[in-house]
């Protein structure tokens, strides 16, 4: 509300005393509106607001209503309308109709009671261009305003009515713009939609896409697992093929060797050693390659014990000694270094270090070849390297050194025996120890290899044991019947088994062998697995139906060791032996273990 000190020029006094007043009011309301220059939507809120006031001063008992013009800033139309009647109490007269309605059009409108009645004041601000009139301008107001009003009540109430038709067409054109709002909306809303199918159709077709890749990726894989699993099947079934025509060789040399009565005259002595000695190195390459197909088909096993490590090095100092023996290259075996015993497989982590030494004898012409060893990562681990001056393997060919077959060409190469197949195998070794093999090199310089062990390898230490050799004595066996389809390989056994066995009898299929056990029942039988017409398990399976026959103890002879599935079909009294390696000592063991057993039993 402007202050009090503000000029205040009064323009009109009307008063409300009959219904028709109202309309005056309401008139007089425009008219000054109009005289002060308001636009056509302040003339309706004034005229609009005194009408709905009018109303209820008139229920009141009527009024008298100043309108005056205040100097305030903004300058302000206030409009005062004051009653003398009682106000009937308690109404509050701020929530009274007609009154929440002027505030509704108006900037302000204020209600106050008087010891005799009451006066409300309705507040227009002008805007802040408009300039008071001076006091000649308010003098030709009055008059104007005073006389009659440009306005008969039958035309206030027409201008009511397009007021009113104006709100009405105005509320349709707003309808009408919501409406058109709306239809864009929805149209929008279309799109939005088109646009989230289309997306997800592409989303599906992108993720069909990528199923059918993995799809053929996993056809892939074991495409590819298949194809490893052919290789190994492959590697261990030509391996087995070999060794046996193998060792029937090294089994005749070695009987050459031992023949008592006739004894070779000293250049056959030497052509043996070298049908031994090529025998030997055939021997060992099959076996590598078994060991590999082994290894890679998981069915080698380790056979966990406690290992010293100074006894390992202890050993491999004493078979590489010769050599390193050879040329101008120390071979320096360091003690280990704060290391524990080890839990792991002694013979693997031995085929490991000499893989390992052989490579850095092999291709290392001067300076020294270090095998040390020490502890790491608190204790948990042991780092085993072997360590060369040689040549070195360039960068690019460390990684393929690890591949079956992959030899680096050089002069030394040609001189060096091998066939590439040591560092996959001791690197799968190393993997099956739970451990590691890796390399750095820089050529010229030499190489360092790393085998990085666990201690313990708890993965595996239920499968340990460990089987104590029985030394053979005295041995007396009655008939031996060895059933084999390998001629050679029955004539070695025959041989080792003179003198301990009473009668040697042969088979060379499991169907003669059956025949000549129902003719008479053998006391030991060695068996070969494979065999045609009827092999090996044939014969058990007739065996064990036959009540005569269950109790013969049997020596299952192979070219391999046995997987453990094999294994585990034999009769659990059955003893495996393998062919390579085999020595009289070991085969008279076995039969004296099994004639004990069979007397006992
Ligand atoms: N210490 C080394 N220094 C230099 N080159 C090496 C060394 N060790 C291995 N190599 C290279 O890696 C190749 C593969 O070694 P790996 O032991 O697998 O096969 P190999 O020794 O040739 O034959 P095998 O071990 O089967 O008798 C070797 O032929 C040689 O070229
Ligand atoms: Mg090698």
């Not at 009055?142 to 009540?153: C, F, I």
């Not at 864009?184 to 199918?197: D, F, P, Q």
């Not at 014969?539 to 049997?554: C, E, I, S, T, Y």
Request: some cysteine.
């Amino acid at each position: 509300m402007p202050p009090d000190t503000d000029e205040v020029l009064e323009l009109l006094t009307v008063e409300i005393e009959r219904e028709l007043d109202v309309i005056a009011v309401r008139q007089r309301g425009r008219d000054v509106a109009v005289a002060l220059g308001l636009d056509a939507q302040d003339q309706v809120r004034i005229a609009t607001a005194l009408s709905e006031v009018g109303r209820e001063v008139l229920a009141m008992g009527g009024a008298s209503i100043v309108f005056a013009l205040i100097g305030s800033v903004p300058p302000a139309l206030v409009i005062t309308l004051t009653t003398e009647a009682a106000v009937p109490q308690p109404r509050d007269a701020t929530q009274v109709e007609g009154v929440l309605a002027a505030r509704r059009l108006l900037d302000e409108v204020t209600f106050e009671s008087l010891s005799l009645g009451a006066r409300l004041r309705l507040v227009k601000w002008l805007p802040g261009h408009f300039r008071l009139p001076t006091a000649g301008q308010v003098k030709q107001l009055r008059r104007t305003l005073e006389g009659p009003s440009a306005v008969t009540p039958m035309s206030e109430l027409r201008t009511q009515n397009s007021e009113m038709m104006a709100a009405l067409d105005e509320l349709q054109s707003k309808q009408d713009e919501l409406l058109r709002l709306n239809a864009e909306l929805e149209e929008t809303n279309r799109g939005v939609l088109a646009m989230y199918s289309q997306l997800s159709d592409e989303l599906e077709e992108t993720n069909r896409g990528v199923v059918a890749l993995y799809a053929e990726l996993d056809e892939k894989s074991a495409q590819l697992k298949q194809a490893n699993e052919a290789k190994s099947r492959f590697l261990a079934n030509v391996s087995h093929e070999l060794r046996t025509p193998i060792n029937s060789i090294l089994g005749l040399a070695r009987l050459l060797d031992d023949a008592p009565d006739e004894p070779l005259s000293g250049e056959q002595v030497k052509q043996v050693t070298f049908i031994r000695s090529n025998a030997n190195d055939l021997l060992a390459l099959v076996n590598q390659l078994l060991d590999l197909a082994k290894a890679e088909s998981g069915r080698l096993e380790p056979v966990l014990t406690e290992v010293r490590l100074e006894d390992v090095f202890a050993q491999v100092r004493g078979s590489l000694r010769p050599l390193a023996a050879r040329g101008a290259v120390d071979l320096l075996v360091e003690d280990p270094v704060d290391v524990r015993p080890l839990y792991t497989d002694e013979g693997m982590l031995l085929h490991i270090l000499r893989n390992l030494l052989t490579n850095a004898l092999k291709f290392t012409e001067r300076g020294h070849v270090r095998l040390s060893a020490r502890s790491r990562e608190s204790g948990q681990y042991v780092g085993l390297t072997v360590e060369d001056t040689g040549i070195g393997i360039a960068e690019a060919d460390q990684v393929r050194a690890f591949e079956e077959f992959f030899q680096v060409a050089g002069p030394l190469q040609a001189k060096a025996h091998g066939t590439g197949l040591g560092l996959p195998y001791a690197r799968r070794l190393a993997e099956l120890l739970g451990g590691s093999l890796t390399l750095s090199s820089v050529p010229g310089e030499g190489s360092t290899f790393t085998l990085e062990l666990p201690i313990t390898w708890n993965a595996a230490m239920a499968a340990s044991q460990s089987q104590p050799a029985v030394v053979p004595t005295g041995i007396s066996v009655g008939t031996v019947l060895v059933v084999d389809d390998d001629e050679s390989f029955r004539h070695v056994l025959r041989s080792m088994l003179q003198g301990a066995a009473e009668r040697v009898l042969e088979a060379a299929d499991g169907v003669d062998a059956l025949r000549q056990m129902q003719e008479s029942v053998p006391d030991v039988i060695f068996l070969d697995l494979r065999m045609p017409a009827l092999d090996g398990h044939g014969v058990l399976k007739a065996m064990a139906d036959d009540p005569r026959l269950q109790r013969v103890p049997v020596v299952v002879v192979s070219s391999y060791d046995l997987p453990a599935d094999t294994c585990s079909t034999l009769p659990p009294t059955a003893v495996t032996l393998t062919k390579s390696g085999l020595t009289r000592e070991r085969v008279l063991s076995v039969v004296a273990g099994l004639a004990g057993e069979g007397a006992d039993g």
